[in-house]
């Protein structure tokens, strides 16, 4: 992922609005790739995986892209809504034996009415 | 199902003591636990990869000394904060690993540790 240490910048965007959150990574050899939401004071809630030989992937209000070329992945939310106010990484899994997931520096959505 | 349980979800020490924090997997034996370290507005920071019976891998510039991680059983791992400092206050998150395909990772709901 991007590098961490950095504060988290910040996508405001209107109830029912689609939002679209970025997220580069470094390494070409990670095979797979997961979207988190966290939320203030708890853990990362999984929202949607997608596996390296795969371009894209949808779920419940959400689409996962990946562009293994320039190493960009995103994730679309669909008619945003107050409860998608949170923090969202991306995490990749490097393909090491011990299935490492190493996480990008994230992205604050605030979610306005 | 796949359950990751964390305790304490808070706790304050003082410095100097030891802090010990537990990762349960609830209903999935976990082969491969995971420990990350979180300051405010930052992302998620692999501490260390443990694994069920053997001693723990540690990221570059985590000190193994000073974090103490076991892995006893395949359901539990725990980290314990020796000798805490202030600059070791921050939301400490496991994750955990089942050996069944339809288990990815899990995470704990974190403990945040408050050290004055």
């Known amino acids: 992922g991007e590098s961490v240490g950095l504060h988290l910048p910040t996508l405001s965007v209107q109830e029912g609005d689609n939002s679209i959150i970025n997220c580069a990574y470094s390494n070409s050899a990670s095979d797979y790739f997961i979207w988190y939401k966290q939320e203030s004071g708890k853990g990362p809630q999984f929202i949607i995986d997608i596996r390296s030989n795969m371009d894209k992937r949808q779920g419940q209000r959400v689409t996962v892209l990946l562009n293994k070329t320039v190493k960009h992945l995103s994730l679309q939310i669909a008619a945003t809504q107050p409860g998608d106010s949170a923090v969202y990484f991306c995490?990749?899994?490097?393909?090491?034996?011990?299935?490492?997931?190493?996480f990008g520096a994230g992205t604050q959505v605030v979610v306005t009415p | 199902g796949a359950v990751v349980s964390q305790h304490p979800s808070w706790v304050i020490c003082k410095s100097g003591t030891s802090v010990k924090i537990e990762c349960r997997s609830l209903d999935f034996q976990a082969t491969t636990m995971f420990w990350y370290r979180q300051f405010p507005k930052q992302s998620l920071m692999l501490m260390a990869t443990s694994n069920e019976g053997s001693k723990a891998t540690y990221e570059q510039g985590v000190e193994k000394d000073k974090f103490l991680i076991n892995h006893a059983s395949l359901t539990l791992s725990t980290l314990t904060v020796t000798s805490a400092h202030p600059e070791d206050s921050s939301f400490y998150i496991c994750?955990?690993?089942?050996?069944?395909?339809?288990?990815?990772?899990?995470f704990g709901s974190g403990t945040r540790l408050t050290v004055v």
């Open positions: 994750s955990a690993r089942g050996g069944a395909a339809n288990y990815g990772y899990t």
């Open positions: 995490a990749e899994n490097e393909g090491d034996s011990w299935g490492k997931l190493q």
